[in-house]
């Protein structure tokens, strides 16, 4: 590979990286302007070696999760999974290693919903029934309002 194309694939991904952050970001204002209080996972710094240097390296709450919240008034942590990739086969399958208490947790991948402006995409781990039957993914669509908590019960 070129060294051309190195530094284009590489501006790329920063590119791309600095998006994602400034979504995780807006879903954590969002959420903190509904009552939450909002942790955003950190990167740990990663020493390469002698003349390489460091880097960042991804530390996502229990490997899966980009925010976790907590709010005066609901009985249960939120655990949110920001993402900008509408494939989110992966990220299920990372969220469905974790042993999850659904009674007491929330478990949800946030997405910008592309055809509605400020337009989020939720998908949630929830018990279907009662909470012996396995737990199944289901979707729902809000519009990120500032202040105003969405209907349907999504939070």
């Not at 990739?85 to 659904?102: C, F, S």
């Not at 989020?120 to 018990?127: D, K, Q």
């Amino acid at each position: 590979m070129t060294p051309e194309a190195k530094a284009a694939r590489s501006a790329k991904a920063k590119g791309t990286r600095a998006a994602g952050q400034r979504f995780e970001l807006k879903c954590k204002k969002f959420l903190e302007s509904i009552g939450f209080t909002v942790d955003k996972a950190r990167q740990a710094a990663v020493f390469l070696g002698t003349g390489r240097g460091w880097a960042g390296s991804p530390n996502d709450f229990l490997g899966c999760a980009d925010l976790l919240g907590v709010h005066p008034e609901k009985q249960y942590t939120l655990f949110v999974q920001c993402t900008l990739d509408p494939g989110v086969g992966r990220k299920k399958a990372d969220l469905l290693e974790v042993k999850w208490n659904l009674l007491a947790q929330r478990v949800q991948i946030w997405m910008p919903a592309g055809n509605v402006r400020g337009g989020i995409r939720v998908i949630e781990l929830r018990y279907p029934g009662s909470n012996v039957d396995l737990p199944k993914w289901s979707e729902a669509l809000f519009r990120m309002v500032t202040g105003e908590c969405p209907v349907g019960g999504i939070l």
